[in-house]
């Protein structure tokens, strides 16, 4: 883990010190971690990964159907009659 320490100087005010302290933390990359921990996103388990393919097969099934009957005039960049 990161440790930011900053020590006052005999005549530095302390506004200097708290911006000398957040630009030093800027620089460590502590808070770009800390957010990447928070609001990473979960990844999909087999069974939905699964789930996902058949329905997209299932889907590009029907259209190609409904484009061979000539329900539907394009189909994914294809060329219309």
Avoid: C, W
Avoid at 10 to 17: F, G, H, I, Q, Y
Avoid at 39 to 53: L, P, Q
């Amino acid at each position: 883990m990161i440790q930011i320490e900053v020590v006052k100087n005999k005549s530095e005010s302390t506004a200097n010190l708290i911006r000398r302290f957040t630009k030093k933390s800027k620089n460590s990359g502590l808070m770009r971690k800390a957010r990447a921990i928070r609001f990473k996103k979960r990844s999909k388990s087999e069974f939905v990964k699964k789930k996902d393919a058949l329905k997209r097969i299932r889907h590009q099934e029907e259209t190609e159907k409904l484009y061979k009957l000539g329900k539907v005039t394009n189909v994914y960049g294809k060329k219309s009659k």
